[in-house]
């Protein structure tokens, strides 16, 4: 029930060098460099050739894409930014006419318009290669029933994943978020393998479950492919041992592709971002340059093979650390050590930066304490001030929410330094997610 990176293809022989476990995963360091110049040619000429602002940003840079020699010329190239996909809102950075698109996603964006990116059919079909990846290198095998909880429409959740498992081979059980009583029932008479959620929600459907008398450990998963927000170590261990499961993280963006950029193997250190589709750089956030491997910085992608929405220099705002030793697993690739949160998420308390994952990692798993919170951010004077709201237990009694508050309280300065109010609440106060979770409530005065 517990597949290891390293037992993966000894159990399935057929797949290693195939679709499913390709040889681009293995390469020597040399050979996908020169696979990704070829590529990164392609989709600069590609932009040149069909998106007007990308040419005229290539231009100003006095990057050719003929005359490009190595992967580093890149850094010529401004960045490309959400502000870019806003300003050419819906499909001016396009690279394809409204005929040759297959079909469009859309991401919600917390202010104004949403982000718009579209997807030929050959878009299309390599996401699913790369979500079939994603999940066979996570230990699903085709034929597995996957139960998929993660958002039908515009979100690439959904849809993503639907096409990634059924490309693997497995019959997708489509879901989407909501109806957790419902979701439960179906989980329990069918008996998929493999739940694809967010991380929140997984802990939403376990709890119904448990309210309910259900226990999801005689449900026969086995498999979780959770992402779409961050979640700490502790929220992983918790999941797993309440759903009986082993949560697998699964990393991606709908400006860059959808779920499927990046997925951890067997081993679970790291997930391996999938190279030989997609450039990947970790710079300053603060300065742009680049960072050595094995430092924090924001992550910023180019992908090397879309032809719809060729992106250059896409500035994630997702803070992580990167390396590029091989896995135990035998893949080369670049592995992302865990995206700790958006740069956008980042509070600054008194001058530490924190983001939320952090106060999660205390939080979760503390004596007194349910694994459902909210921060709260608000300004007194200059000053930001950081609330955390968290359910007790169930069970456990009012006359000790102060006194666990105050070992909340103790715990988070000495874990991360930073002085925060805490509020325990009542079982059940904290709104549950069907998706992403709101995990920050700023309600400091809007800057004009
Ligand atoms: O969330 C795509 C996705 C769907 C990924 C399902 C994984 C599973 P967006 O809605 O565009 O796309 O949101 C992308 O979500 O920039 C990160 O900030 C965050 N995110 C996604 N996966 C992870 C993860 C999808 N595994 C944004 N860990 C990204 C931490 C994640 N953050």
Redo the contacts with the bound molecule.
């Keep these: 029930m517990q597949p290891t990176g390293q037992s993966m293809d000894a159990a399935d022989p057929a797949a290693a060098g195939g679709m499913l476990h390709p040889r681009e995963e293995s390469l020597s360091r040399d050979e996908l460099g020169a696979l990704q110049l070829d590529r990164l040619r392609a989709t600069l000429a590609n932009a040149w050739a069909h998106v007007p602002a990308q040419r005229a940003k290539m231009q100003a840079a006095g990057l050719d894409p003929q005359a490009l020699r190595s992967l580093d010329d890149l850094r010529t190239l401004p960045f490309t930014t959400k502000a870019d996909l806003r300003e050419h809102y819906p499909f001016g950075l396009f690279a394809r006419p409204q005929a040759q698109l297959a079909r469009i996603h859309a991401?919600s964006g917390t202010t104004g318009k949403p982000?718009v990116v579209g997807y030929t059919s050959g878009d299309l079909s390599r996401w699913a290669d790369l979500v079939a990846r994603s999940m066979y290198c996570a230990g699903v095998r085709p034929g597995d029933l996957v139960h998929n909880a993660?958002g039908y429409g515009l979100?690439?959740?959904g849809l993503?994943?639907h096409d990634g498992a059924t490309r693997l081979g497995c019959p997708v059980v489509p879901m989407s978020g909501g109806g957790s009583e419902r979701q439960i029932a179906l989980m329990m008479d069918f008996h998929p393998r493999v739940l694809c959620a967010?991380p929140s929600y997984a802990l939403a459907l376990a709890e119904v479950a448990e309210n309910q008398g259900v226990d999801l450990h005689a449900s026969g998963l086995a498999i979780g492919?959770?992402?779409?927000?961050?979640?700490s170590a502790a929220m992983r261990a918790e999941i797993e041992a309440r759903i009986g499961l082993r949560a697998v993280?699964?990393?991606?963006?709908?400006?860059i592709m959808?779920?499927?950029?990046a997925c951890e193997c067997g081993c679970r250190d790291g997930?391996h971002g999938w190279e030989d589709h997609f450039l990947f750089e970790v710079i300053d956030p603060d300065t742009g340059a680049p960072v050595p491997d094995g430092q924090a910085g924001e992550l910023v992608i180019t992908t090397l093979t879309k032809e719809a929405l060729p992106m250059l220099r896409y500035r994630?705002?997702?803070i992580t650390r990167v390396t590029r030793a091989p896995c135990s697993c035998g893949r080369t690739l670049v592995r992302i050590l865990?995206?700790a949160?958006?740069s956008d998420d980042m509070m600054i308390i008194r001058g530490v930066n924190v983001y939320p994952s952090q106060v999660e990692a205390v939080l979760v798993g503390r004596s007194g304490l349910a694994p459902h919170y909210q921060l709260v951010l608000t300004r007194q004077g200059s000053l930001d001030r950081l609330r955390v709201e968290v359910e007790a237990e169930p069970g456990v009694p009012e006359s000790r929410f102060g006194e666990i508050a105050a070992d909340a309280i103790h715990h988070i300065k000495s874990l991360i330094g930073v002085t925060a109010e805490v509020a325990v609440l009542s079982p059940g106060s904290v709104p549950r997610s069907q998706g992403?979770a709101v995990r920050v409530r700023d309600l400091r005065p809007k800057e004009v």
């Design positions: 991401s982000t993660y979100f690439t959740g993503g994943a967010t492919m959770f992402g779409a927000e961050p979640w993280d699964m990393y991606g963006l709908s400006e959808g779920p499927g950029v997930l994630t705002r997702d865990r995206v949160g958006r992403k």
